[in-house]
């Protein structure tokens, strides 16, 4: 089995860029898809990224995904940040027989 | 609409058995591969187990924690997925999601239900 690491907390300001991590600890990032789920306080979680880089019907396209083989990570981008983007972020993939979360960035926008 | 409803969460001891089950409505359940993944009290997302329609096997795989004491089951027939919980131990407290992903070809989409929270506690 391999793991998902993610950065525990990022803080930036609104209208500024932020990018959020996820380091794959064994076998290719590249080899499954990669999803990123926001999920608020008290609510379930919602995909804001589908296989690496594509962006669910009525997510912002300040959102964006990407990955790095060289460093075997994905990347969440969240551009022109506002408050409403204040969440938890969690990075999901999966090989044959299981599916991994990252353990969740906390995005504060102040 | 897509919609999953999770319900059969409560409390029960250590030791105790627990059935969840998760209504599925609004696309075709039995060509859907089913995953539960629960979440601990102010802890991440952590993933359960799965299980594969019937048309690929039916199979079932699970997370190291609860292997050999929680079963995945589905009634295509009912639009309905279980998750029975067996030798129920304190670190399994939760909040319990059926989720799932649906390719429509041109889009992916992953609904989730709003999950049914289980207390393990004497």
């Known amino acids: 089995n391999f793991m998902l690491t993610q950065p525990h907390s990022v803080s930036e300001s609104p209208g500024k860029t932020v990018a959020i991590s996820c380091t794959r600890s064994s076998g290719s990032i590249a080899s499954n898809y990669v999803q990123w789920f926001q999920q608020r306080p008290g609510s379930a979680p919602t995909n804001v990224i589908y296989?690496?880089?594509?962006?669910p019907s009525g997510v912002p396209d300040r959102f964006s995904g990407s990955i790095d083989s060289s460093s075997n990570s994905a990347s969440l981008t969240i551009s022109g940040l506002k408050t409403e983007d204040e969440a938890d972020y969690y990075c999901?993939?999966?090989?044959?027989?299981?599916?991994?979360f990252g353990g969740g960035t906390k995005l504060t926008v102040l | 609409e897509v919609q999953l409803v999770e319900s059969g969460g409560g409390l029960v001891k250590p030791g105790g058995s627990l059935r969840l089950s998760c209504a599925a409505s609004g696309f075709t359940f039995k060509n859907a591969w089913m995953s539960w993944v629960r979440q601990a009290p102010g802890k991440g997302l952590e993933w359960v187990g799965r299980?594969?329609?019937?048309?690929?096997?039916?199979?079932?795989d699970y997370a190291a924690p609860v292997k050999g004491r929680f079963t995945i089951s589905r009634d295509d027939a009912k639009n309905t997925l279980y998750l029975q919980m067996n030798s129920l131990k304190t670190e399994d407290t939760a909040v319990y999601y059926c989720?799932?992903?649906?390719?429509?070809?041109?889009?992916?989409?992953?609904?989730w239900g709003q999950g049914t929270l289980v207390t393990v506690s004497s």
């Open positions: 296989e690496d880089n594509q962006r």
């Open positions: 989720t799932t992903s649906l390719d429509y070809g041109d889009y992916v989409t992953f609904p």
């Open positions: 299980i594969k329609n019937k048309i690929e096997g039916g199979t079932t």
């Open positions: 999901q993939s999966y090989d044959s027989s299981n599916q991994v």
